[in-house]
C-alpha cells in the first residue's frame, strides 16, 4: 500500500476506512511511530490550515477528529511509551455555568491529533477542579471554554486563583468560546487566546515554544 492513503484518509474524514489502512501498514511492517509523525499527525495538521483558510467548515473538522480517533484505537497498542511522548499536557473544560461542549470537545480532539495529551475534565468545571487537575496532571497548559457571556468573567477568576496558588509547573492558560475576544484574554491575563479549534492547536504550540 501506499502510507499516503493514511494521509488522505485522516484529510478527507474517512471514517469507514481509516482503521483498516492503519492494519495494512501495520502488516506490511511500516513502523508504528512513522505511521503516527509521517501520516496521521500531519494529516490533522492539514486539516486544521484547511479550516483556517475556509476551505473546511466544522463538519470536516468533526469528521478529521473522528478518523484520527479511530486510527489511534488501532494503532495505540501498537505504540511503546516513548514513543507517545507528547508535546504538552492540556487540562481542558468549560467553565462553571456553562453546559456547552461541542466546541470544547473539538478543541480537545484536535489537540489530541497535533500531539497533546489531554485531560478533558467537562462542563461546569468550577475552579478548584481546574487547579486540582492541573497540580495533579502536571499540566502545560490549562484550555478553559465559555460560550455564555455571563461564565466568562469565571475565567478570570480562575487565571487570579492559578496565580495565587503558584500551581507547580505553572501552566499557561488558554481561554476560546463565541464571546471570548483577544481584549478580554489581555483583560484577565490569561497566556494565550483561540477563536476555534485550528487556532487552539496553533496556539498551543506557541504556548510551549513549539510554533
Not at 53 to 59: H, I, K, M, S
Not at 87 to 115: F, S, Y
Not at 143 to 150: C, E, G, P, R
Not at 173 to 191: L, S, Y
Amino acid at each position: 500500500m501506499d502510507p499516503h492513503e493514511i494521509y488522505e484518509a485522516i484529510v478527507a474524514g474517512r471514517i469507514d476506512q481509516i482503521q483498516a489502512l492503519i492494519r495494512e501498514a501495520l502488516e506490511e511492517g511500516i513502523l508504528p511511530l512513522e505511521i503516527l509523525s509521517k501520516h496521521l499527525t500531519p494529516g490533522m495538521g492539514a486539516v486544521g490550515d484547511r479550516f483556517e483558510r475556509q476551505e473546511y467548515f466544522l463538519p470536516d473538522m468533526l469528521a478529521a477528529a473522528e478518523a484520527m480517533k479511530r486510527a489511534m484505537e488501532v494503532l495505540q497498542p501498537h505504540l511503546t511509551e516513548g514513543d507517545l511522548e507528547p508535546r504538552g499536557i492540556v487540562v481542558a473544560g468549560t467553565v462553571q455555568g456553562d453546559l456547552h461542549d461541542i466546541g470544547k470537545n473539538l478543541v480537545c480532539m484536535m489537540l489530541e491529533g497535533g500531539g497533546f495529551k489531554v485531560r478533558d475534565l467537562g462542563t461546569n468545571v468550577p475552579a478548584d477542579r481546574f487547579l486540582d487537575a492541573a497540580q495533579r496532571e502536571g499540566a502545560d497548559i490549562i484550555a478553559m471554554s465559555a460560550l455564555i457571556s455571563t461564565t466568562k468573567k469565571n475565567m478570570g477568576n480562575i487565571v487570579r486563583e492559578l496565580r495565587a496558588a503558584g500551581v507547580q509547573g505553572h501552566p499557561k492558560v488558554m481561554i476560546g468560546g463565541a464571546p471570548i475576544t483577544q481584549e478580554f484574554c489581555d483583560e484577565i491575563e490569561a497566556d494565550g487566546y483561540a477563536p476555534d479549534a485550528a487556532a487552539a492547536v496553533r496556539k498551543a504550540k506557541v504556548l510551549l515554544g513549539q510554533g
